[in-house]
């Protein structure tokens, strides 16, 4: 967990800001600072109207928790990370004694941690402002809760559980595999013990948080359904759901090969990315094992791990469209805990296998630590992005507003001085002193000379009219509005 820390602080300080996080900390900060829930930092568009007012296109519980850690560590984009890395911990601890409580053997107990705490997509991950750890965290510690309370009693640990689980999803949608997870780990292990009253009184936590968030939706419930449903489709999240084949598909050809450098990797990535897929060939051989030998197919614990794979496997096919990455976060503790019980099997096994197993297991965890300190040598966020927004602070003068991903914003601030908007002021008669091209807007305004060519156009023409190239470094280009266009 020390080793997991100094990971997560060197990606953190190290790592440039995305658009994402941009977003995420703007409503957080105008809670935590303003008392308002509103996303200043986004032009409301489209199912985004009312955004600078209030911010109800995903779930609500993370901008509260920013808030919450902003006031007594004060804000930045270290100290926002650093809230997912307080939750990576919660994941790995959670994993470790689930772990435990499942196979009552510290040596896969510890390994499970150790493979988390190295694991790329996990540490990334916790090193990044976006929700997906804390959902994933506070899911995987509801499993855990439970198995520390069940024994002693069962309404407790299901109660506690529970109210883990509805943090879960309050903090992303994702919460739902860990609804599901809970009641088939109480229902494979406590089924003869659960009563009626037991069950229906652990929706208690539901019907707290339901009413919670059901108040903030009656501020503005248009407002509510317009994000929330426009979020919610867009991407095409949940196309997949009547078009299972191409679900599977896309889970192995986006999700997973992407994370595990079997794709197109994001600009500026170099080097022999595909060599992560080791870690891919790791996960395949620790199921076959498990699955290959008797002794370990009839475990409560692998059978019980096995068949939340296999849920979890099929929801985030099935219900997530995007195939983002970091939705990984919430499978690979499972994934994790299959290869540590498999490879201390086989280390059991035999002397041969004593020297084969510990050196592919160091290979791939020394492997995912040389991406990761490659990562922080690399050091994007000094050579990109800082060099960058210190060019433009310098060029800026007070009451200027900048068109610009929502990173930006960590540089020249939160209240109002940076407007996420690749339209460039489209059908809005606005004008920005300057407009900053990267890697976000490349790829937004390519999707945009596909499907609405005239937005696409219009940002063109008005750059080539009416904006000069100022900066252009590291993947950032900066124009500046020429004197005759203010």
Request: charged share 15%; glycine share 8%.
């Amino acid at each position: 967990m020390v080793i997991f820390l100094a990971l997560c602080l060197g990606t953190s300080l190290t790592k440039r800001p995305w658009s994402d996080e941009g977003w995420f900390a703007a409503a957080g900060y105008n809670l935590a600072f303003n008392g308002k829930p509103g996303t200043l930092v986004i032009e409301p568009r489209g199912y985004r109207e009312g955004l600078d007012r209030y911010t109800y296109w995903t779930a609500p519980l993370y901008y509260p928790l920013q808030a919450a850690w902003y006031r007594v560590f004060g804000f930045s984009l270290l100290s926002m990370r650093s809230l997912s890395t307080m939750f990576g911990l919660l994941l790995v601890l959670s994993v470790f004694i689930i772990s435990r409580k499942l196979f009552m053997d510290d040596s896969i107990a510890i390994l499970t941690a150790a493979l988390l705490s190295f694991d790329y997509v996990v540490v990334m991950g916790s090193s990044f402002g976006r929700m997906d750890i804390i959902c994933s965290a506070f899911g995987w510690s509801a499993i855990a809760a439970y198995f520390l309370l069940r024994e002693r009693n069962l309404f407790l640990a299901l109660l506690v559980g529970q109210t883990l689980v509805v943090l879960s999803g309050l903090t992303h949608f994702l919460g739902v595999l860990y609804f599901l997870a809970l009641w088939i780990v109480a229902a494979y292990f406590d089924r003869s013990r659960l009563s009626a009253r037991d069950v229906v009184l652990s929706f208690i936590p539901y019907l707290i948080g339901g009413l919670a968030w059901g108040a903030y939706i009656l501020q503005e419930p248009a407002l509510f359904m317009s994000q929330f449903g426009g979020n919610a489709a867009d991407g095409g999240r949940l196309k997949l759901l009547a078009d299972p084949i191409s679900a599977i598909y896309k889970e192995l050809t986006l999700r997973y090969a992407v994370a595990y450098g079997l794709g197109p990797n994001s600009l500026g990535s170099t080097g022999p990315i595909w060599l992560k897929s080791s870690v891919l060939v790791l996960y395949l051989v620790s199921l076959i094992t498990v699955l290959a030998f008797k002794e370990l197919r009839r475990h409560s614990g692998v059978r019980i791990c096995l068949v939340l794979l296999s849920v979890f496997f099929v929801v985030l096919t099935i219900l997530d469209g995007q195939k983002l990455s970091y939705y990984l976060l919430n499978i690979i503790p499972l994934y994790s805990i299959i290869t540590a019980v498999s490879a201390v099997h086989l280390y059991r096994a035999s002397r041969t296998l004593k020297i084969i197993v510990p050196m592919m297991i160091a290979g791939v965890l020394f492997l995912q630590l040389g991406g990761l300190l490659y990562k922080m040598r690399s050091n994007a966020y000094a050579d990109q992005f800082a060099a960058a927004a210190t060019f433009l602070s310098a060029r800026s003068k007070a009451g200027d507003v900048t068109a610009a991903s929502a990173e930006m914003a960590f540089a020249l601030g939160f209240d109002g001085q940076v407007v996420d908007d690749h339209w460039l002021g489209f059908e809005r008669n606005r004008r920005f002193r300057f407009f900053v091209l990267e890697e976000v807007y490349l790829d937004a305004l390519d999707g945009k000379r596909q499907q609405m060519p005239e937005v696409y156009h219009h940002v063109v023409d008005t750059l080539n009219r009416d904006y000069e190239l100022v900066y252009d470094q590291a993947h950032y280009k900066i124009y500046q509005l020429k004197a005759r266009a203010e």
